[in-house]
């Protein structure tokens, strides 16, 4: 598709917005949550899912909390214990995880993944030296990789050869994503079973990271830190197409609005000058934003992973 998203949710809407059914041929969707935090499941079921939405079988859980930036760490801590729900949900027995944070750490909003690693809770080596102090929790290491323009390696082999070492029995990653809609840049999380490519939804894919070329399960955690600049301006169109047409009449109103929305933003896209047709867009308080989504995160890593722990030792751990 021509519009860049890395959430499996995005793409079942951009199903959604042509056909005139919800259901989705090899896909299933049910919501869940409250008023505060909204959950969507979505399941793709076998290939003819994965042609429809673009995405490999397995479960996406997308975790949205538009209220999360501007609200009480309360919000923020129930976004946590959310996490860790869907999260445990996908875990099956393990004992021994390793977590990869990826991203850039000199890039703002590709260092979630770099940010999340000094929040954790990791016990391996003290569970070795100490066992006495950390009896009671998991087993759990951590690294962040970079990425291949700063080390020359790629990020999956680097996790490959650190799972081949350490023997991992879950490896669980943590990156930024690509939204096509800015409402959920900072504010949603999605969970997935079926690991991740680095960079797909900013048109820099990266070698995949998923159970077949680590060697174990991977869950892959994202939350959207950017979102396309034709998707902007493809947005503020439809925005300005809808005002409009409120107060007009006629056949011209008529066909913008009947335009199909992906010939439009490919159109967009064509339209632009080159420096603006591959750029990503981010938050002016991208700085703060990704310090508290990373907080979220970890916190949401840590319960799921040492089960019974509270918020109050995770804090005296990695504090």
């Not at 976004?79 to 393990?94: C, D, N, W, Y």
């Not at 995880?97 to 929040?119: F, Q």
């Not at 077949?212 to 439809?238: F, L, Q, R, Y």
Request: glycine residues 8%.
């Amino acid at each position: 598709m021509s519009i860049r998203t890395d959430l499996a949710i995005e793409s079942a809407e951009l199903y959604w917005e042509t056909a005139e059914t919800q259901d989705i041929p090899g896909v299933s969707c049910e919501e869940d949550g409250d008023e505060e935090i909204r959950i969507t499941r979505v399941e793709v079921l076998n290939e003819e899912g994965e042609k429809i939405i673009g995405k490999k079988p397995g479960r996406y859980v997308t975790i949205e909390m538009p209220s999360l930036l501007e609200s009480e760490s309360s919000v923020q801590q129930k976004a946590s214990r959310f996490l860790s729900q869907e999260l445990s949900g996908m875990m099956e027995s393990t004992k021994l995880t390793l977590v990869a944070g990826l991203g850039n750490s000199e890039i703002t909003p590709d260092s979630l993944g770099p940010k999340v690693i000094p929040r954790l809770v990791v016990t391996r080596h003290l569970l070795s030296h100490l066992p006495q102090t950390v009896e009671h929790l998991a087993p759990v290491c951590a690294l962040a990789p970079g990425v291949l323009g700063i080390t020359g390696i790629e990020t999956g082999e680097i996790i490959k050869g650190v799972a081949e070492r350490v023997k991992p029995d879950l490896v669980i990653v943590v990156d930024a994503l690509a939204s096509r809609k800015t409402e959920r840049v900072s504010t949603t999380i999605q969970i997935a079973d079926t690991g991740i490519s680095p960079g797909s939804g900013v048109g820099n894919k990266r070698k995949t990271i998923n159970a077949e070329t680590v060697g174990v399960p991977v869950i892959a955690i994202g939350v959207p830190m950017v979102v396309d600049a034709a998707t902007i301006a493809n947005d503020t169109i439809d925005l300005v197409i809808d005002t409009l047409s409120r107060n007009s009449q006629g056949e011209f109103f008529d066909m913008l609005q009947n335009i199909d929305r992906e010939e439009k933003h490919a159109l967009i896209r064509e339209s632009l000058p080159k420096e603006m047709s591959d750029m990503m867009v981010t938050p002016k308080d991208i700085d703060a934003l990704s310090e508290k989504i990373a907080h979220v995160v970890a916190n949401g890593i840590n319960l799921a992973l040492h089960k019974g722990i509270s918020e109050e030792e995770i804090a005296s751990f990695v504090s």
